[in-house]
């Protein structure tokens, strides 16, 4: 499965913007979203920035990553935490005509 991960840009450098997020640190490409400022949130997927999102879309982002790896841990507790939004499983989907 692959996962993009919120980052935010802590350094910019040319095309290179220096990330943070979810306790690591990433030298990240943005020549596929443009420009970033220091403070921007960039949604990052095999160190290449993918899209840029508000800090709400990270969180809700980071929420979601923390109740997979809760559930990878076995901590069913965790996984079973309210994440604070509505998660697609828990939407009401249209009924097709």
Known sequence: MCLGI????VTVQGAVAGCHGRGVERRVGTLLIGEVAVGDWLLVHLDQARERIDAARAAEIDAVLDLLEAAQRGDVDAA????GFALPSRQKRPVAP
Do not use: G, H, L, N
């Not at 079973?80 to 994440?83: F, G, I, L, N, V």
């Open 6 to 9: 919120p980052m935010r840009v």
């Open 80 to 83: 079973s935490a309210d994440p």
